[in-house]
């Protein structure tokens, strides 16, 4: 018995099947009978898996869900949030799992932190909780003061003027748009008088140019959106261009001239596209090009793209809603060094709501009208998560320790990696934004599927890449369950 219960709990189980699933599942019932707790009050210590990836309960509610609405062929998860802590969650077929997906990054402490729950108990966060506010017609003081302390805490340089959005990345990213519209509109045709966002398009014929493969997915958007063709089908689209993003080499220092000579081709192609089009009004710039397969640049090609947007008086918009609050620092773009900062930064995911910040002199003192702004319903409430996120982070000192803990698990990576003849290549990314390749997508989707049998969630994207989006308080305990596993699938000849 001690035998079973060590193969069935122990990390990296191998050989899982060779034991019985009725003895498994009668094991897991056992420990679960006498272990009963309203929440649990520490992580797990490692992955548990009692059966495989996806179970048999997970698969038939997936089906179950699909016959409710196509809108949700792509859930892979149903969770059992009473029961996740941590860097783990459990499954609905009683799988532990460790999470190094975060909801594409969207949980910063992981599940059930402490600090987060204590907030539901105080009756000012239940009330918040419970209704829903225009931040446009009202506010209340103490959000206001939430306010103040968010904006002193984390507002970029130079950027301290702050608009909270509808909770998405999308809505954040088209005022961002809205607002660069606006401003080229007024240079060119003096007073707007109220005009909606369609009537300036008609009027200023204004365009964006971006480098992302997926930026929003509502309507407006949509013309700066560059991913695959089967998000935007069906919808009209504006002609609006689409710059170069450079494909580095890796390791990086090993690979430096071809790397500069790369940025400097795509800089040179970004500019003629700016000289050929002005009607140009912004660019949005997304650090780090994650559903392209995590696209990495260098801090000079992006000082050098920011003279550019400068040199043709276009909006340099950064678009922060994934690399906010994940590479060390709150914000990514805070590495490049840029001469000027960016005109406006947008944030989501881990920041709890979405918005954007920009320059004090950016609109003036002006008055915005209804809709320009629109109505933003935003979860007040989640001020106060997001205040005490950023107490933890600079309590625990988090974004040092993750970013520590995350090259000392690249470093092993490529040992792995030239140990192993190279099988995983590319090995790339910062603090939480941590990134690999294989050889091509049918390689790559059956490691993510080893991976996730043996108890980790790691995510796919781009053409063979493996992407992980870690919570803050990811150690190198967690990280050694993914390199041993690792070395498990090379071991095991699974490429």
Not at 86 to 96: A, E, L, R
Request: aromatic content about 12%; hydrophobic content about 35%; charged content about 25%.
């Amino acid at each position: 018995m001690v035998f079973i219960y060590h193969r069935l709990y122990r990390p990296h189980i191998l050989d899982h099947e060779s034991i019985p699933r009725f003895l498994r599942n009668l094991l897991y019932k056992f420990n679960s009978r006498f272990n009963k707790k309203a929440l649990p009050l520490a992580e797990p210590k490692f992955p548990k898996m009692v059966t495989k990836y996806p179970g048999p309960i997970l698969i038939n509610k997936l089906n179950d869900l699909e016959l409710l609405s196509n809108d949700y062929i792509t859930t892979k998860n149903f969770i059992n949030y009473e029961k996740s802590f941590g860097n783990y969650f459990v499954d609905c077929d009683g799988n532990t799992i460790l999470d190094m997906y975060t909801n594409n990054g969207s949980l910063p402490l992981g599940y059930n932190h402490p600090e987060l729950l204590k907030l539901i108990k105080q009756d000012n966060y239940l009330r918040l909780f419970n209704n829903k506010f225009s931040t446009n017609n009202y506010l209340t003081e103490e959000a206001y003061n939430d306010l103040s302390y968010i904006v002193e805490k984390v507002a970029p340089k130079k950027l301290n003027r702050m608009f909270l959005t509808n909770n998405t990345t999308t809505s954040a990213n088209e005022l961002a748009v809205k607002f660069s519209m606006h401003k080229r509109f007024k240079s060119e045709n003096g007073s707007l008088n109220k005009l909606p966002l369609n009537e300036i398009r008609k009027l200023s014929n204004s365009s964006v140019l971006t480098f992302s493969p997926l930026i929003g997915e509502n309507k407006d958007p949509l013309a700066v959106k560059r991913s695959n063709a089967d998000y935007t089908n069906g919808f009209s689209h504006f002609n609006w261009p689409v710059g170069p993003f450079p494909k580095l080499k890796y390791p990086v220092k090993e690979n430096e001239k071809s790397n500069l000579e790369e940025e400097a081709k795509c800089l040179d192609q970004i500019e003629r596209i700016l000289k050929l089009n002005p009607k140009i009004c912004a660019m949005l710039v997304e650090p780090v090009l994650g559903s392209a397969g995590d696209l990495w640049a260098s801090p000079n090609y992006f000082k050098n793209l920011r003279k550019i947007a400068k040199q043709y008086s276009v909006d340099f918009i950064v678009d922060e809603a994934r690399t906010g609050m994940s590479t060390g620092r709150y914000w990514l773009h805070e590495y490049w060094d840029l001469d000027s900062a960016p005109d406006m930064v947008t944030f989501a995911r881990k920041y709890q709501n979405s918005g954007l910040f920009v320059t004090k002199d950016y609109l003036g003192n002006e008055s915005l009208n209804s809709e320009l702004l629109e109505e933003s319903t935003t979860e007040l409430y989640k001020l106060k998560n997001l205040k005490a996120i950023i107490h933890e982070i600079e309590k625990n000192k988090l974004f040092e320790k993750s970013e520590k803990t995350a090259e000392d698990f690249k470093n092993s990576m490529r040992d792995i990696s030239k140990n192993s003849g190279h099988i995983l290549t590319n090995i790339r990314g910062k603090g939480n934004m941590l990134s690999f390749d294989l050889s091509d997508a049918k390689r790559r989707d059956e490691f993510v599927s080893y991976i996730r049998n043996q108890g980790i969630f790691v995510s796919a994207s781009g053409d063979n890449t493996v992407r992980l989006r870690t919570t803050l308080t990811i150690g190198p305990e967690h990280y050694r369950y993914l390199l041993n596993s690792v070395e498990d699938y090379i071991q095991n000849k699974k490429i």
